[in-house]
């Protein structure tokens, strides 16, 4: 059973830096990508930063620039957010996309962890 379990979020001021780490346990062969998403307050879930398996990285527009994402093999997910605003504040989702487990290709997700950047 692949687990993903998040930390690093927490409140902060605008224009100071986070980093969110994922750890990631249990077996799987193959995947497309590890990211992470966000859910702001009152909004949908929203794709934030991506690493497909051959190191390929993916930004949202809003945070060119300023978050930067890493993996450590298949261990472990980060994203160093920098210069943060009050509108990266969100709940904070790590994932797994189309992982191959031997049997079935699925995806996988963290329990969220909480950014909050006060103005």
């Known amino acids: 059973q692949v687990q993903l379990v998040e930390s690093g979020g927490g409140l902060v001021q605008a224009g100071g830096s986070l980093r969110l780490s994922c750890a990631i346990s249990?077996?799987?062969?193959?995947?497309?990508?590890m990211g992470w998403y966000r859910r702001p307050p009152g909004n949908q879930r929203e794709l934030v930063a991506a690493?497909?398996?051959?190191?390929?990285t993916n930004y949202a527009d809003s945070v060119k620039g300023r978050f930067t994402i890493s993996r450590d093999k298949r261990e472990m997910v980060y994203l160093q957010m920098n210069s943060l605003k009050p509108e990266d504040t969100a709940v904070y989702y790590c994932?797994?996309?189309?992982?191959?487990?031997?049997?079935?290709?699925?995806?996988?997700w963290g329990q969220g962890t909480q950014v909050t950047v006060s103005s």
């Open positions: 249990g077996t799987f062969f193959r995947f497309n990508a």
């Open positions: 994932n797994v996309e189309r992982a191959f487990d031997g049997i079935h290709w699925r995806d996988y």
């Open positions: 690493i497909t398996e051959g190191g390929r």
